[in-house]
C-alpha cells in the first residue's frame, strides 16, 4: 500500500510539509505541485489500486480535480490555509484540517498528524513567516528561508534539510550564511531599484528578485504602490505591493489576478500589461 502526499514546490511552508511528511512516514511518495501545472498527471500518478491515502498540503487543484480525488476510493486529506481556494470547496467533503487565521500549511499539517505533540521551533518560525506575524524572531526567519533558496538548489535538498532541522532548535551557522546571502541579495535590489520609474508615487521597476523584499525597499523608499514585473516565458509577471494606500486585491482582481490588501499578483499578456500601465496612470 502507498501514501502519496502532494505540496506546495513554491515556498518554504510548502518544503516544510513535505518534511513533515517524511517524518510521519517514512515510505511517503512526495509529490511537489505548483499552481498552474499538471494537475490531471498527478491524479492519473495517485489513482492506483493500492493507493492507501493521498495528502495535500499548502495547495490545491481546482474545483473540478479537487471533486474528483475527493470522491476516490481512498482517504483524501486536504491541509490548507488559502482562504479563497477553502470558500471555493466549501461544499465538498473533504477530509483535513484547514484554517485561514494563525495558521501555516505546516503548523496545521502537524496538528492534523501529531495532535497531541507541540511542533518543533522549525515548524513555529516558518509559519511566522508564511503569514507575516513579524516579531523578534523575522530576521531569523528572513535567513533560513534565504539559506533555503541560496544553499539548496534542489527541491530534495530544500525538503531534506527542514527534515533535518526537525530536531534542531539552534540553526546557528544556516543563520549566518543566509544572512549573508540576505546581504547580497539587499545590494542587488538596491542596484536595480536605480532602474525605477517613479510617477504620482507608484513605483514601476522591472526585476525577477524577490518581489517582497523588492516590494519593501520600494515602498519604504515612498511609494504607495510597488509595480514589480518581468517576462515569464510569453507572459508578464506582475506583483504588486502597497502600503494601505491602494488596495491591491482590488486592482489585481480587476485583470484576473488575486491576493491580500497589501500583496497581490498578475499574470497578464505584454498587451494586457500595457493597459494595466494605462489604467494606474504610467503610460
Ligand atoms: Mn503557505
Known amino acids: 500500500m502507498r501514501t502519496y502526499a502532494i505540496y506546495h514546490s513554491a515556498d518554504s511552508d510548502g518544503w516544510c510539509c513535505a518534511a513533515i511528511f517524511k517524518a510521519f512516514n517514512e515510505s511517503v511518495t512526495l509529490i511537489p505541485f505548483n499552481y498552474g501545472e499538471d494537475e490531471t498527471y498527478i491524479i492519473d500518478l495517485v489513482n492506483k489500486s493500492d493507493t492507501e491515502a493521498v495528502y495535500m498540503a499548502d495547495v490545491s487543484f481546482s474545483y473540478q480535480n479537487m ?9 483524501f486529506i486536504w491541509i490548507d490555509h488559502h482562504k479563497s481556494a477553502m470558500e471555493q470547496m466549501s461544499n465538498l467533503n473533504i477530509l483535513g484540517y484547514r484554517s485561514f487565521s494563525q495558521h501555516a500549511g505546516c503548523s496545521l499539517l502537524w496538528k492534523q498528524l501529531y495532535p497531541e505533540k ?4 522549525i515548524i513555529e518560525l ?3 513567516g508564511d503569514i507575516y506575524e513579524i516579531d523578534n524572531d523575522w530576521q531569523r526567519i528572513e535567513a533560513l528561508k534565504a539559506y533555503l533558496t541560496f544553499f539548496k538548489k534542489t527541491l530534495s535538498e530544500k525538503v531534506d534539510t527542514i527534515y533535518s532541522w526537525l530536531n534542531e532548535s539552534q540553526f546557528k551557522q544556516e543563520i549566518s550564511l543566509g544572512l549573508l546571502a540576505l546581504s547580497i541579495e539587499d545590494a542587488l535590489i538596491e542596484m536595480s531599484a536605480t532602474n525605477a520609474i517613479i510617477k504620482n508615487n507608484i513605483c514601476l521597476l522591472n526585476t525577477s528578485l524577490n518581489a517582497a523584499r523588492v516590494g ?19 507572459n508578464v509577471k506582475v506583483s504588486l505591493r502597497s502600503n494601505g494606500a491602494i488596495d491591491c486585491a482590488a486592482l489585481a482582481k480587476e485583470y484576473g489576478g488575486g491576493g491580500h490588501m497589501n500583496a497581490a499578483g ?4 505584454s498587451e494586457m500589461f500595457n493597459n494595466f500601465l494605462t489604467k494606474v496612470g504610467l503610460l
Open 67 to 75: 471533486k474528483k480525488l475527493s470522491m476516490m476510493p481512498y482517504p
Open 216 to 234: 519593501s525597499y520600494l515602498l519604504t523608499a515612498g511609494c504607495d504602490l510597488a509595480i514589480i514585473y518581468y517576462m515569464r516565458r510569453e
Open 118 to 121: 507541540e511542533p518543533p521551533p
Open 266 to 269: 498578475i499574470n497578464l499578456s
Open 126 to 128: 516558518i509559519r511566522k
